[in-house]
């Protein structure tokens, strides 16, 4: 078998139950504390990931905890955080409608705690680059720290930029991630960044925001433009009442993604009368009263 093993210094996911969880990293010499005894890390270190662990004094307390390898997911709902952070739910969206993949090239702003920018990071590498923006020097220290912890320090640069009034010069960007109060503001800027073909994401806590984007995705031509909330249900599984979990989140934000096209005038047609053209909501041309659209 071709386990992973665990390293000095390496992050680990460390479970007592379903409510007891702790992400933290295993520094040789040292122990995590709980109220249910002490996790000697040199227990740990040198173990697959997946093993299991027993809290000392062994005779007085002697509690197995689960030693699991972090995802990102993990990385998200436990690091330290300053600002709302994203969801692992909405970032899967993220990732899947703006196809980022290793070697993708993005910017982002702001990076606020850092979690979505950890997730970018993650999924870029390891030649992939993420630029990352805030005005907010707390943010900025905050999203430095967690992105040092996930050793990410050569795949993500997180800097000081006002991504709406600054001159961040940019060029062959897969993809703008836009986690701000008015990514609408942005997105005339950015699409200077961007590769034909590539994508700008915005995420936005109301609707208000993501009409704003729409309609700014629009007016500077943008296609495929798409609003999406996403919501999850964590299911409960019992033998004889098995339903949906009573408690979930019940909204985070709208996603609005746009693509950058290269617009021709059609050279065959332009001897028809011109109707006039206007676009759908979502970007598609459409013939007729713009007022029916
Ligand atoms: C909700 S937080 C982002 C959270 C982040 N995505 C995360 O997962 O931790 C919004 C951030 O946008 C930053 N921001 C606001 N306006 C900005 C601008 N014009 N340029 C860059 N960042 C901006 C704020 O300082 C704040 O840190």
Redesign the pocket.
């Known amino acids: 078998m071709n386990e992973e093993i665990i390293k000095e210094n390496d992050f680990i996911f460390l479970i007592l139950d379903e409510r007891r969880r702790w992400l933290t990293q295993a520094i040789s010499g040292k122990t995590f504390h709980t109220h249910l005894g002490l996790i000697d890390f040199d227990d740990v270190i040198g173990k697959p990931f997946g093993t299991s662990v027993f809290s000392k004094p062994y005779d007085e307390q002697g509690y197995k905890f689960y030693v699991l390898k972090p995802y990102p997911s993990d990385f ?1 709902r436990y690091m330290g ?6 969801y692992p739910k909405d ?1 899967g969206l993220i990732l899947m409608y703006s196809n980022i993949r290793p070697g993708s090239r993005i910017v ?12 970018l990071g993650t999924y870029v590498s390891p030649n992939g680059h993420v630029y990352s ?4 020097e ?2 900025l220290k ?2 430095t720290k967690n992105i040092q912890s996930a050793k990410l320090d050569d795949i993500v640069s997180i800097s000081y ?6 001159d961040i010069s940019h060029e062959n960007i897969d993809v703008v ?1 836009l ?4 990514p609408w ?2 997105i005339k800027k950015v699409n200077k960044y961007l590769k034909l073909s590539g994508s700008v994401v915005s ?1 936005s806590p109301t609707i208000e925001q993501a009409k704003k984007s729409t309609f700014s995705l629009q007016e500077n031509g943008f296609l495929e433009i798409n609003t999406f909330e996403l919501l999850l249900r964590k299911m409960q599984i019992k033998k004889n009442a098995t339903r949906p979990e009573t408690r979930m989140v019940g909204h985070s934000g709208y996603i609005t993604f746009g693509r950058k096209f290269l617009d021709k005038k059609n050279p065959y047609r332009g001897r028809i009368p011109e109707e006039p053209e206007y676009v759908s909501f979502e970007g598609m041309p459409l013939r007729g009263n713009k007022d029916e659209n």
């Open positions: 998200v955080r300053k600002t709302q952070i994203i970032a982002e702003a702001g990076c606020g705690s850092g979690a979505l920018t950890c997730i923006y805030d005005v907010r707390k943010s905050q999203a930029g006002d991504i709406i009034n600054d991630v986690d701000m109060p008015t503001a942005a995420f």
